[in-house]
C-alpha cells in the first residue's frame, strides 16, 4: 500500500508541477501579447514618421525646384 501512495505522491506532484508551469507560460504569454500590442504601436508611430518624412522631402524638392525656377527667370 505504501508504495501506491508513494506513486500517488509522485503524479500529484507531477500534475502540481505542471500547473505551476502551466502559470508561468500563462503569464509568459501575456506579457508577448503586451509586447507585441507595444511593437504594433510603436512600428504604426514609425510608419506615420516616415510617411511625414516622405511628404517633408517632397515639399522640399518642391520649394527648391521653385527657387532655381526664380532664380533662373530673376533679371
Known sequence: MSH??????IIIKS???AASMAE???ASSEQIAASLQEL???SQE????A???SNMSKNL?????????KISNFP
Open 4 to 9: 501506491i501512495n508513494g506513486k500517488k505522491h
Open 15 to 17: 500534475i502540481e508541477t
Open 24 to 26: 508561468e507560460v500563462s
Open 40 to 42: 504594433n504601436a510603436s
Open 46 to 49: 514609425v510608419a506615420s514618421s
Open 51 to 53: 510617411q511625414t518624412l
Open 61 to 69: 524638392v518642391d520649394d527648391v525646384s521653385q527657387l532655381k525656377f
